[in-house]
């Protein structure tokens, strides 16, 4: 079987000889938690100087077989994306603002020095394995299914450069909730001792390292009893920045929202662009401007500030109900879901689900 897409691109479907059967497969999705279930299938491409993109297909999930001195264990050449695909009320299949994530896998590739892979492609790709694996979505309140497109230097050598080979992949995974305990809110930590990212380097890119440096962070919050790090500007060690893996809002007394700028140290959300977007439609008043730790103490100390959120794609727009650190540890408003927050979450995910007008054009119905 050949599906073939738009642009003349074409994805042959290599069916998996023994698929998850449906009595065990409904099993897995009545809880998949995020990131432990995977379909059976995996969308894959190629990249070399001589070929450019070749070998696209679909095929049966499997391990990667990998020379030891292939590039990306050394040198790190890795980018990703994550988007989902959600079911509709009448049964159909949806896919939310993937362009943009095509758009920003091209500029993590750029900022790597990888092969850029063209949009066209990562749509195909991503319809491809859906239309594979559309039974895997799971029915369940919130459940979606995660895409993951990555790209790996896949080249055997071990001089010091950009790759000459690439190795493109799409998995995916049935998810639930991202926040285990179904908490109405989460706490965070502020890491003192590590940053992020700094000026120059690849914060603004969807890179494993950026991650990777997190952890470190991550792991002390969790030791504290906290759900997710929160990291300030490397320079003045002052200015918010973003969580681990999302981006946060502030939300104050007179309705207005704001969001610490892209200045090449944050990555450049999707969902984040998206709550800018909808709130500017509502008439709320938007800042994109620093805003620093103690002001974020003092004003939830003052009610100046009433609500505070993270947002992404995994975690869609998630309340922040506590800060803590070493010397800090204050409550915004009730210490739940604000307001607004929990109003343009609603509006987001109806729009994702295609339960209310999507005036901006941002879903795309797939199947």
Not at 93 to 117: C, G, I, P, Q
Request: aromatic share 8%; glycine share 10%.
């Amino acid at each position: 079987m050949t599906l073939t897409l738009d642009d003349n691109t074409t994805f042959p479907l290599e069916r998996h000889a023994s698929p998850v059967d449906a009595t065990t497969r409904a099993g897995m999705l009545e809880n998949p938690g995020f990131g432990r279930v995977f379909t059976d299938h995996m969308a894959v491409a190629r990249w070399n100087a001589e070929k450019g993109w070749h070998d696209m297909a679909v095929q049966p999930r499997a391990p990667l077989q990998m020379d030891p001195a292939c590039a990306v264990l050394h040198y790190a050449q890795e980018i990703f994306e994550g988007l989902k695909a959600y079911r509709t009320d009448d049964g159909g299949v949806t896919l939310f603002r993937a362009d943009a994530n095509a758009r920003r896998f091209r500029e993590s590739a750029r900022r790597m020095a990888m092969a850029e892979l063209p949009e066209d492609l990562f749509l195909a790709s991503i319809d491809a394995l859906v239309a594979a694996d559309r039974e895997w979505i799971p029915a369940i309140e919130g459940g979606s299914l995660y895409l993951r497109p990555f790209m790996i230097a896949s080249e055997v050598f071990l001089g010091v450069k950009p790759s000459a080979e690439y190795l493109y992949m799409v998995i995916a995974s049935p998810a639930g909730a991202y926040f285990k305990g179904g908490a109405p809110s989460i706490t965070v930590w502020v890491s003192e001792d590590y940053t992020r990212a700094a000026p120059g380097g690849t914060g603004a890119a969807k890179c494993g390292g950026n991650y990777a440096a997190s952890l470190q962070a991550q792991a002390e919050a969790i030791r504290e009893g906290c759900d997710q790090v929160v990291f300030l500007d490397a320079v003045e060690r002052a200015q918010v920045e973003e969580l681990g893996g999302m981006n946060t809002f502030f939300v104050f007394e007179d309705g207005s929202i704001q969001t610490p700028p892209l200045t090449g140290t944050i990555l450049p959300g999707i969902t984040r662009e998206s709550i800018l977007t909808l709130a500017r439609d509502a008439g709320v008043t938007v800042r994109e401007a620093p805003y620093t730790i103690d002001a974020w103490e003092a004003d939830a100390a003052s009610g100046h500030l009433r609500e505070s959120f993270a947002c992404g794609t995994a975690a869609v727009v998630t309340p922040i109900g506590r800060v803590r650190g070493r010397t800090r540890d204050f409550r915004i408003g009730n210490g739940g879901p604000g307001e607004l927050t929990s109003r343009l979450r609603e509006q987001l995910v109806a729009i994702q689900k295609q339960q209310a007008p999507d005036p901006h054009g941002w879903v795309r119905r797939i199947l």
